[in-house]
Every structure is written in C-alpha cells, then in structure tokens.
C-alpha cells in the first residue's frame, strides 16, 4: 500500500528532476540558466556542453554541472539485460575481445566552470565542445560512425583545434563487439 507520504507535496517535488537542479541553484543563489538532462549515457556531457555556451554566451560567470544516476527500481536495468545491452558477465570490457554489453551502475560527480584564459597545468581547459545525435544507424545499440566523425570534427573546429592538439577524449564505449570496432574507427578517421 501507499503511504500518505508517497502522495505529499514533497514526493512530488523530490521526484522531478527539474525542481532538484532549481533547489541545487536556489541553495547556492545561481541565476543563470538552469537545466536537467536526460540523454542516457551523455547527460551530463551535455550539461557540460551547454554549461561551456553559458559561460560564452556571458549568460553566467560562473557554472555548476553535476550528473546522477540512480538506479531505486530495477524495471529499466531488467528491460536493457532482456535487450542483450548489459552484460552477461556482470563486468564491463569496453575496447577489449571479451566485450558482451556494459554494468549498469550508479554515479555522481560534478566540476564546476569558470571564465579564464590561463593554461598553467593546473586547471582543466574545455577549448571545445559539440554535441549531436546519431540519426539513422543499424539499431539503437549501434553507434553511426559518420555522425560521430561529424561530431568529433565539429568539436575539434569549435576548439579551432587540429586533431594532433586533442589530449583526451571521452568515448562512449558501449562494451558490445559492434559499438567498439566503429568508435574507435571514428575515432581514427578523425584524427
């Protein structure tokens, strides 16, 4: 049975993403733009993104990005192991033979955006950032190479960056045998 609480005005508030990011930027009197993503395996790469625009766009001087994933019902981690998309093994092998789906899991992390020019070693510099979505690919599981070369090239002209310059990159990896081969082939043919 429910309890009465399940109905109150705080479940109801505790439960929408877009009131605990308002409550996170009311707590620390932020006013610039504010928003919750949800776009599976990017979201918080995309508040990064938009977090970086903000900050260009003199929309704040200042940001916050922070991501979550909480997992308090089991329904969607049972409907991606129905899939074939997690895998077997319980382990993730991301880039690696033994790849068979990834481990759902639970995380949290943010970073916090300033305006600066200094590149001292000590401080983490976004010089660019795009973000894009596949469109048409073999199926939901199955990265679009193309796009994803198309989005490694915007990313490097937003940073006016040649590929030699990039240090890192954030991949995907979906841990299958047919993800990885195509990542890393963008990868390649991008760089």
Known sequence: ????????????????????CGRISYVLGMQGPCAAYDTACSATLVAGHAGLRALQLD?????????????????????????????????????????DGYSRSEACGA????????HDGMTLSIDGSAVRQDGRSASLTAPNGAAQQGLLLAALGDAS????????????????ALGDPIEVGSLKASV
């Open 59 to 99: 929309e704040c001087s200042v940001g916050l990005v922070a991501g979550a994933t909480l997992m308090c019902v089991p329904t969607i981690s049972i409907a991606f192991a129905i899939a074939g998309m997690t895998s077997a093994r319980g382990r993730c092998h991301t880039f690696d033979k033994r790849a």
């Open 1 to 20: 049975a429910m309890s009465p609480a399940g109905s109150s005005v705080y479940a109801a508030t505790g439960s929408a993403t877009a009131v605990a």
């Open 111 to 118: 970073i916090s955006l300033l305006q600066t020019r200094a």
């Open 161 to 176: 960056a040649l590929s030699d310059a990039l240090v890192q990159n954030e991949a995907h990896g979906t841990g299958t």
